[in-house]
């Protein structure tokens, strides 16, 4: 019995331990939500929603426009939308761990900027239309595709900014489709550049203005929210497309998703049912017929179902009046966007009070740098000026004294001449003087000559009147000779005379006639006085001859002295003058000496 109670009791024990282990660890799954720019991770219990997950994403997200919203995951090989009133591991989920969603939006407005309040839903909307306009899930032409881009650069890289914004900037963004890369045969730097233009004249425009822009643009494209299903006609076995949007349910050819071939709008549209594959659409005016169509899935017949009760709820919704919430968020959105406007007009007077601020700075570090390379320049010519200076003050000492000894140079040169002058008056003086002297002694010499002259004449005459006295006395003689022959004897003769010099026609001017009967004796003392006088008016005229000649030598060694003199004294002042005194240059030659000055050359005998 104690056996059978212990193990017993240990059972008990073990369930109740397994029981706690089971309460204290709940039962949870994870899940994995990809929006358009993010991954999110939950953990989510058993039990939840659809509506619970759904509800949790648009709380993290930030996102109160949930109706356009919703939860896609992939089954086998087509899709499906998480259903919000049945639990998520109930539903066809992959049952993988953790469960990937993807968070996409599953009806799409009629016209955007009415009906997108949030700027988180612009942004969705933004970046889902983008993706399917570059996966060419939208058809979008060429140009409009560049258009495109260029909103989506000026959403993601703000203003055109030269400095910031180099060529090549764009080249690691996808920014269209490849089928228009590939149709024209342009590069990637072509098609930048092409971008970039547009680009450029978006200036101004925020994130959410120019994500607005693109979505304005979009929703005019044919295949913007449009969902494709294959579809088949019952009573020919022709396959079509269906295609549902905001504006209703459309037929296309297979070849062409752009112009549909049959339209159904939803204020046209009395009634939507299927049963099992076939769908039916019964037109508000009864005569027109009933449209019928088959889809092959019971999977995609649910969906395009789902899909079609969606859009027309909202197709009704658009036509009321807004919900107090619907209110509430647009006067939100507009306070939010008066807010971000004001903001952004703030910013962007702050941007140009920056950027001008900046433009002020580069110049004045500009100016800076500027002043710098001028007071550098200025620092330089400075210096070399004050080299100059230097030089110059060197150059003005120099020339200082150059100027004294200058001064001095004229001070001596103007004694010189006045020197020179005193000497050449001085000269001149002693000139006229030895002229006169001069001419005083050539009327001398004249008067002298003519004196001589007179006196020859004299002592001719004398010599003549000496001869005829002797004649006379030789006559008284021979007379008186025969007188005394016979009486006395004859007495010794003396020989006759010699004849009476010149010089004594002055003695026998002066004197009287002299007597025919003196004696010998004063025949020779006669004689000897006028040879006497003679000899002595030759040593005088001889003496004053030699008297005129060293005049005249003396005054034209004067003359010659005076010119030399007043040449030298007019090459020395004018050497001065010039400031440097130039040697005489010399000729090997035996009479001439050359000499030059003012550039002039004179011949000095020597």
């Not at 060429?142 to 030269?162: C, H, I, N, R």
């Not at 001449?417 to 005193?422: G, M």
Request: charged content about 35%; aromatic content about 8%; some cysteine.
């Amino acid at each position: 019995i104690a056996g059978k109670l212990t193990a017993l009791f240990d059972r008990n024990v073990f369930k109740m331990s397994i029981l706690g282990l089971k309460k204290k660890q709940p039962k949870t799954f994870k899940v994995k939500v990809i929006t358009m720019d993010a991954e999110m991770e939950f953990s989510c219990e058993v039990k939840w929603k659809g509506k619970d997950l759904f509800d949790l994403v648009c709380r993290t997200v930030g996102l109160r426009e949930t109706w356009f919203f919703g939860l896609r995951y992939t089954v086998k090989d087509t899709y499906a939308w998480l259903k919000p009133d049945k639990r998520v591991l109930d539903q066809e989920v992959p049952k993988d761990s953790p469960i990937t969603f993807n968070f996409l939006a599953k009806f799409f407005p009629e016209k955007v900027e009415e009906e997108l309040v949030q700027e988180i839903t612009q942004h969705l909307f933004f970046l889902q239309v983008k993706k399917q306009i570059l996966d060419e899930e939208i058809f979008c032409s060429p140009e409009a595709s560049v258009l495109l881009a260029s909103y989506a650069v000026q959403a993601k890289y703000g203003d055109f900014d030269t400095n910031f914004h180099k060529p090549g900037f764009l080249a690691q963004d996808e920014l269209l489709p490849k089928t228009v890369s590939i149709q024209y045969q342009m590069t990637a730097d072509m098609w930048e550049e092409k971008i970039t233009a547009w680009y450029a004249e978006h200036r101004g425009l925020a994130r959410d203005e120019a994500e607005m822009e693109y979505l304005k643009i979009a929703q005019d494209l044919e295949m913007y929210g449009v969902s494709y299903f294959e579809i088949t006609q019952n009573k020919r076995d022709t396959n079509l497309l269906l295609g549902v949007d905001a504006q209703g349910l459309h037929i296309y050819s297979p070849n062409s998703k752009l112009a549909p071939n049959k339209s159904f709008p939803w204020s046209g549209i009395r009634n939507i049912s299927y049963s099992e594959k076939e769908f039916t659409i019964k037109p508000l005016d009864k005569k027109k017929d009933v449209f019928k169509f088959y889809s092959s899935q019971l999977r995609v017949n649910k969906l395009i179902l789902q899909l079609c009760i969606g859009n027309h709820d909202l197709f009704m919704r658009r036509r009321k009046v807004d919900s107090i919430e619907v209110q509430q968020m647009k006067a939100q959105a507009k306070e939010e966007k008066a807010r971000k406007k004001m903001e952004r007009q703030i910013l962007a007077r702050e941007k140009q009070m920056r950027e001008e601020a900046e433009r002020a700075k580069e110049e004045m570090e500009r100016r800076l740098f500027q002043l710098q390379d001028e007071a550098r320049l200025a620092n330089e010519a400075l210096l070399r000026s004050e080299e100059t200076a230097d030089l110059l003050a060197e150059k003005a000492q120099i020339a200082e004294e150059e100027a004294k000894l200058l001064a001095h140079k004229a001070a001596e040169a103007e004694q010189e001449r006045q020197r020179l002058e005193v000497t050449a008056m001085k000269t001149k003086e002693e000139k006229r003087l030895m002229e006169q002297k001069m001419r005083e002694a050539e009327q001398l010499a004249v008067k002298l000559v003519e004196q001589s002259e007179r006196r020859l004449k004299e002592a001719d005459h004398l010599k003549q009147d000496l001869t005829e006295a002797k004649d006379a006395e030789r006559r008284a003689k021979q007379k008186l000779l025969e007188i005394t022959k016979t009486t006395y004897p004859v007495p010794y003769s003396a020989p006759p005379a010699p004849p009476a010099p010149p010089e004594a026609a002055d003695f026998a001017c002066e004197s009287p006639p002299a007597r025919l009967d003196f004696k010998d004796s004063d025949m020779k003392r006669l004689s000897m006085e006028i040879e006497r006088e003679r000899l002595e008016y030759m040593e005088k005229s001889k003496h004053l001859q030699d008297q005129l000649k060293e005049l005249k030598s003396e005054i034209e060694s004067l003359k010659l002295e005076e010119q030399q003199q007043q040449q030298a004294s007019l090459y020395n002042l004018h050497s001065e003058a010039r400031g440097y005194i130039p040697e005489p240059v010399y000729i090997a030659h035996s009479n001439v000496r050359m000499s030059h000055s003012c550039n002039v050359i004179r011949f000095i005998d020597a």
